[in-house]
């Protein structure tokens, strides 16, 4: 089954580029979907399929899977986008598990 | 535009059950799938379950397989998830999730507002 690691933590200053992973063996062989969650919040669906960005989801997201890592990458970083993010990786034999959650911190 | 609105907190002594609605609106849900997820405070989510609202076939996390049931009305507006025995430790927010017909039974695309379980003697 996928045990999903995330960095509990990244921060990076606005206009920069920041970039949450999500690693597991193999991970690159399944379907990997992110949320940003903000406190008091549902999640938010911001990649699906990897690589998919929902209507009304900026273009500055943008997300990549091969190998052991999955990751979202988010250009241009403004303050609204400071919240949590998880990985989820779709896979039944493992019950479609999340990963652990980064806090982006918006210096 | 597909709203998914759950039913209101809840709190509930060890060993009783919940009973958490999830109404559909801007799309039909009886032709999608509805999920259930939990998130614990500071934890990260955790799928329990989905139901395929057409034909009513139900699957679960096999940690709370023989705990929990989902289920959804005759005209499949409104999905449900109820979960027994109850303790300390299932002290939550639930929430209802779909892909709608934008996304397919495999994303979670679109959320409900959440319903906050608190298990308490």
């Known amino acids: 089954s996928f045990v999903l690691t995330q960095p509990p933590s990244v921060s990076v200053a606005p206009g920069k580029t920041a970039r949450i992973t999500c690693g597991e063996n193999?991970?690159?062989?399944?379907?990997v979907h992110w949320y940003q969650q903000k406190p008091g919040q549902a999640p938010v669906l911001v990649i699906y399929?990897?690589?998919d960005r929902p209507s009304g989801i900026p273009e500055r997201f943008s997300g990549s899977n091969s190998g052991n890592t999955a990751t979202l990458t988010i250009s241009r970083v403004e303050a609204g986008d400071e919240a949590d993010y998880y990985c989820?990786?779709?896979?039944?034999?493992?019950?479609?598990?999340f990963g652990g959650g980064t806090k982006l911190t918006v210096l | 535009q597909v709203h998914l609105v759950q039913s209101g907190a809840e709190v509930k002594k060890p060993g009783a059950s919940v009973k958490v609605s999830c109404k559909a609106s801007?799309?039909?849900?009886?032709?999608?799938?509805i999920h259930w997820v939990r998130q614990a405070p500071g934890q990260r989510p955790e799928w329990m379950g989905w139901?395929?609202?057409?034909?009513?076939?139900?699957k679960y996390s096999q940690k709370f397989q023989g705990r929990v049931t989902i289920t959804r009305d005759t005209s499949a507006t409104t999905a449900y998830m109820e979960l027994y025995s109850l303790r300390s430790e299932d002290t939550a927010v639930y929430y209802c999730?779909?892909?709608?017909?934008?996304?397919?039974?495999?994303?979670?695309?679109?959320w409900g507002q959440g319903t906050l379980v608190t298990v308490s003697s």
């Open positions: 999730a779909s892909g709608g017909d934008d996304y397919g039974a495999y994303v979670l695309g679109y």
């Open positions: 801007g799309y039909t849900l009886f032709s999608n799938a």
């Open positions: 139901i395929n609202a057409g034909n009513g076939n139900t």
């Open positions: 193999n991970i690159g062989s399944q379907s």
């Open positions: 399929y990897d690589s």
């Open positions: 989820q990786v779709w896979d039944s034999s493992s019950d479609h598990p």
